[in-house]
T-cell receptor, first 111, second 114 residues
Framework: AQSVTQPDIHITVSEGASLELRCNYSYGATPYLFWYVQSPGQGLQLLLK??????LVQGIKGFEAEFKRSQSSFNLRKPSVHWSDAAEYFCAVAIDYKLSFGAGTTVTVRA | NAGVTQTPKFQVLKTGQSMTLQCAQD?????MYWYRQDPGMGLRLIYY???????DKGEVPNGYNVSRLNKREFSLRLESAAPSQTSVYFCASSPLSDYKNIQYFGAGTRLSVL
């Protein structure tokens, strides 16, 4: 059974517009959640993480994510997208000392 | 800072050939991981090494072997490559085998098996 679901395979957004990427998880215990970004031809870079406490977490590059336990979600947001944000984004949950990744969402930024 | 270095970056094999993917980290991390990335499937864990001298199977270990050569290096071997092993392979490392520890990724090895 898949632990992390990213419902959107591909999103296109205009430069300067807001972006929201969805992530839903299925895990019985308190989840430890991550968002990673993969630029074309590159490895993965951590954007932000949630372990506990404040449900709104800030990350690098102007991204933030909100953990909602009632909805089993950890959605990623950015108020104003830059062309350099074009990449693939992965949500992940830590299970038994390992990371389980979603299938990813590809973001295209149009001028 | 090199971080996690993977070699080679690209490789083409014929079915049945063998090869070893190399990974080295210079961050003095204890734990290392090998993933494969396939379209629409995210990253799937092949093998991991929680600490020097230990290795464990991940989600998709069949057809692969690993060696934790020392604290810095963790290699992945394909003994008899199959077309189903065409993928992008990522190595990662983290300070400890703890889900709270961030994993740092290499740039990947793109492997095609014909």
């Amino acid at each position: 059974a898949q632990s992390v679901t990213q419902p959107d395979i591909h999103i296109t957004v205009s430069e300067g517009a807001s972006l929201e990427l969805r992530c839903n998880y299925s895990y019985g215990a308190t989840p430890y959640l991550f968002w990673y970004v993969q630029s074309p031809g590159q490895g993965l870079q951590l954007l932000l993480k949630y372990f506990s406490g404040d449900t709104l977490v800030q990350g690098i590059k102007g991204f933030e994510a909100e953990f909602k336990r009632s909805q089993s979600s950890f959605n990623l947001r950015k108020p104003s997208v830059h062309w350099s944000d074009a990449a693939e984004y992965f949500c992940a949950v830590a299970i038994d000392y390992k990371l389980s990744f979603g299938a990813g969402t590809t973001v295209t930024v149009r001028a | 800072n090199a971080g996690v270095t993977q070699t080679p970056k690209f490789q083409v094999l014929k079915t049945g050939q063998s090869m070893t993917l190399q990974c080295a980290q210079d961050m003095n991390h204890n734990s290392m991981y090998w993933y494969r990335q396939d379209p629409g499937m995210g990253l799937r864990l092949i093998y991991y090494s929680a600490s020097e001298g230990t290795t464990d199977k991940g989600e998709v270990p069949n057809g692969y072997n690993v060696s934790r050569l020392n604290k810095r290096e963790f290699s992945l071997r394909l003994e008899s490559a199959a077309p189903s092993q065409t993928s992008v392979y990522f190595c990662a490392s983290s300070p400890l085998s703890d889900y709270k520890n961030i994993q740092y990724f290499g740039a990947g090895t793109r492997l095609s098996v014909l």
